[in-house]
């Protein structure tokens, strides 16, 4: 089975910066397609940053230039550093991967495992 779990969440003032990581198993496939969404309570889940096994990233317009995400798969750990917060940036972050990686893109909708997720807040 396939386990996702976040770390580095927490309160930063506005300008500051957050790394979040994810740690993942039963993920084993060669091509991948991982990625970070959000979702504010009572707010539909957004898509951040998605990154797919040939090097390929995209990021929402929000937060392109902002933040960055990367993967160790010796590790077997996924980031997203966060620069420049803003308050709009609160919310629970979550890691997801997705089985289908046929697409560089790796569009929102493939993704289906997520993990419990991390709360940021920024204030």
């Known amino acids: 089975d396939v386990q996702l779990v976040e770390s580095g969440g927490g309160s930063v003032q506005v300008g500051g910066s957050l790394r979040l990581s994810c740690t993942y198993s039963?993920?084993?496939?060669?091509?991948?397609?991982m990625g970070w969404f959000r979702q504010v309570p009572g707010n539909k889940r957004e898509g951040v940053a998605r990154?797919?096994?040939?090097?390929?990233?995209a990021y929402s317009d929000s937060v392109r230039g902002r933040f960055t995400i990367s993967v160790d798969n010796a590790k077997n750990t996924l980031y997203l550093q966060m620069n420049d917060l803003k308050s709009e940036d609160t919310a629970i972050y979550y890691c997801?991967?997705?089985?289908?990686?046929?697409?560089?893109?790796?569009?929102?909708?493939?993704?289906?495992?997520y993990g419990r997720g991390t709360q940021v807040t920024v204030s």
């Open positions: 997801a991967v997705a089985r289908n990686a046929a697409f560089s893109n790796c569009p929102e909708d493939l993704f289906e495992y």
């Open positions: 039963g993920y084993t496939q060669s091509r991948r397609c």
């Open positions: 990154i797919h096994s040939d090097s390929t990233a």
